[in-house]
């Protein structure tokens, strides 16, 4: 007998990474467009909860408008003998999987960014009711987890009963990663890997060391040491060291075998402190995005819950697409907002002395991660809404990366007709400089950037040329 018989839906690994389209979903929670959404998995004791037990407090699915986007709190209270503090991000993070595991429902994030979508098809098949997904999260955490034994599961969907549980869970977000902020990979003996995320992206491993927080930010290395031991079949497992091979770019010879081993060979070589050359690759659960910004020769991060375009005018999915997909994109790079409190954050790049934009909630998050010289030559949405504010800005504030800019050449005093050149061949205001050619598209060698320079041809033909097959 299935233990899911009495659920009106399928349920089984082959839904998950299960995509709902807006035209094709009946409702969503959280997401960007609502503020408060939060899920939470507490130890309790044994005389705390009742086993089995759901709570719904709030509107249920059936009471729901078709289109619409609501609030959502999940929280998950275990208990056992062998249930402890430190599981708790570990069972947390499952949520995500298990909720994938439902036909027709999608769930994407962690934390307080969760957003899950019902399709229209599985409300019509009669999974009306959050009791549904409820009984679906105890039974495969009981099963997953034969630790476990009792569990009770409560929904949230009133928003000021959430009010108050999404202010306790961020505090206890807090909590967590702060246990980890004092080590340093050099202390340990041992990474581990997460490939939760392999169903959105097949070649994506995430690396995490006591200075690189999973890029969902969920994960420190507490949590996955936990995981590990405690679930040596699932997706947290430890990586050896091995050999250090580039102290600076964060190269070691066992992370570089894991990425390999678990990517099938499509990456070999992994920077940890760096998004050039072999960066990390990128799942699609990060918190943020840091970009190189060719302009200005700097960095910008964009989170998730940010709105309109970031400085370089691109909005975060449209970055998230390019980004994603356990891809190695150079000058794009999915990362954790803790990972930016990190001393080996973006080591090889200059690290936060290299970042030039962020929105302005997340420069509160970590401002006091950020030299106190250098947080106001950063700018944010406020400051500069494009790259020719942006690099006003850092100019008149002098930011660190303003020393990195070539130095202008002074433009001649005679006109292009008086040296003799051609006027429709003339390229006034321009020098030349070289730049790598960092950004996916725009070139693989070098990209030209031309100022205070004239240029005299009497044909200029540029052209792409093509390989020859053998």
Not at 36 to 62: C, N, S, T, Y
Not at 88 to 115: K, P, S
Not at 156 to 161: E, G, L, N, R, S
Not at 352 to 380: G, H, M
Request: net charge negative; charged share 30%; glycine share 8%.
């Amino acid at each position: 007998m299935s233990m899911f018989e009495d659920i009106p839906v399928d349920v089984g690994v082959v839904y998950e990474g299960e995509r709902i389209r807006g035209k094709d979903m009946q409702f969503e929670f959280g997401g960007p467009n609502i503020e408060k959404k939060f899920e939470l998995v507490q130890a309790r004791e044994m005389k705390e909860i009742q086993d089995g037990k759901v709570i719904i407090q709030g509107p249920d699915l059936k009471d729901l408008e078709e289109g619409k986007s609501y609030p959502l709190g999940i929280l998950v209270e275990a208990a056992g003998k062998q249930i402890e503090k430190d599981l708790e991000a570990v069972l947390e993070r499952r949520i995500h999987e298990f909720t994938n595991y439902v036909e027709g429902f999608m769930h994407l994030n962690q934390r307080y960014d969760i957003w899950l979508r019902l399709s229209k098809s599985s409300f019509k098949k009669g999974f009306n009711s959050l009791d549904f997904l409820g009984k679906v999260l105890a039974r495969l955490f009981k099963s997953e987890f034969p630790i476990i034994e009792k569990i009770q599961i409560t929904f949230i969907t009133d928003p000021a009963k959430i009010e108050s549980w999404h202010k306790k869970a961020l505090q206890i977000y807090e909590a967590r990663d702060a246990r980890v902020r004092g080590m340093k990979d050099e202390d340990v003996e041992e990474f581990y890997g997460c490939v939760l995320c392999q169903s959105f992206a097949p070649s994506h491993l995430c690396i995490i060391s006591p200075n690189r927080v999973s890029l969902c930010g969920a994960i420190n290395w507490f949590d996955a040491r936990a995981a590990a031991r405690v679930d040596p079949k699932g997706p947290n497992f430890m990586i050896p060291k091995g050999e250090l091979l580039d102290e600076i770019h964060g190269e070691y010879s066992g992370a570089n075998e894991a990425a390999k081993q678990k990517s099938l060979g499509e990456v070999e070589r992994v920077w940890m402190y760096s998004m050039f050359g072999h960066p990390h690759t990128s799942c699609g659960c990060f918190e943020a995005i840091a970009f190189y910004i060719p302009e200005v020769d700097g960095v910008g991060v964009v989170d998730r819950g940010f709105e309109g375009t970031a400085v370089n005018g691109l909005a975060f999915s449209t970055m998230a697409n390019q980004t994603g997909g356990g891809k190695q994109v150079e000058g794009f790079n999915g990362i954790a907002i803790e990972y930016m409190r990190s001393p080996k954050f973006l080591q090889a790049d200059e690290g936060l002395n290299r970042v030039v934009w962020l929105p302005s909630n997340v420069k509160e998050k970590i401002l006091d991660s950020i030299p106190e010289e250098l947080r106001d030559k950063i700018a944010t949405e406020k400051d500069a809404t494009n790259t020719t504010e942006l690099k006003a800005f850092l100019k008149e504030k002098g930011h660190p990366v303003v020393q990195r800019w070539p130095a202008e050449v002074a433009v001649a005093e005679k006109t292009p007709a008086e040296e003799g050149v051609p006027t429709e061949y003339a390229l006034p205001q321009v020098t030349m400089a070289a730049a790598p050619g960092l950004i996916p598209g725009v070139g693989e060698g070098f990209q030209l950037i031309f100022k205070n320079v004239k240029i005299k041809a009497e044909k200029l033909i540029i052209r792409r040329e093509e390989k020859k097959s053998k």
